[in-house]
């Protein structure tokens, strides 16, 4: 399967993005499809994940409450979406898929097999 993820962009602190992640060449059916970012200087770290086969969500704790990850089964799309913004948020924001029934919420990189290119999304104070 390939990822293709859009909706990156620049936004002031306190704004709002959504993240689209699209499969194409397969579906998301059989996957746990999670966020992952990386800002300048930084290690790749986990934003959240979801599984397809029962719609569990995970998150990071530092985007509780500000992030809501998403699926909709037609568009074989996920969503992430970001509401209150700060510019510690602001980094390259990489979809990611794994072939499983559930991650259980695993966090690390390592266990997603299929990566998107990135989308930038930069928050200004």
């Known amino acids: 399967v390939q990822l293709q993820a859009s909706g990156g962009g620049l936004v002031q602190a306190g704004g709002s993005l959504r993240l689209s992640c699209a499969a194409s060449?397969?579906?998301?059916?059989?996957?746990?499809v999670g966020w992952f970012r990386q800002a300048p200087g930084k290690e790749r770290e986990f934003v959240s994940t979801?599984?397809?086969?029962?719609?569990?969500?995970y998150y990071a704790d530092s985007v509780k409450g500000r992030f809501t990850i998403s699926r909709d089964n037609a568009k074989n799309t996920v969503y992430l979406q970001m509401n209150s913004l700060i510019p510690e948020d602001t980094a390259v924001y990489y979809c990611?898929?794994?072939?499983?029934?559930?991650?259980?919420?695993?966090?690390?990189?390592?266990?997603?097999?299929?990566w998107g290119q990135g989308t930038l999304v930069t928050v200004s104070s």
């Open positions: 979801i599984n397809w086969s029962d719609g569990r969500t």
């Open positions: 060449g397969g579906t998301f059916s059989s996957y746990a």
């Open positions: 990611a898929a794994v072939r499983t029934y559930s991650t259980s919420g695993d966090s690390r990189p390592r266990t997603y097999d299929f």
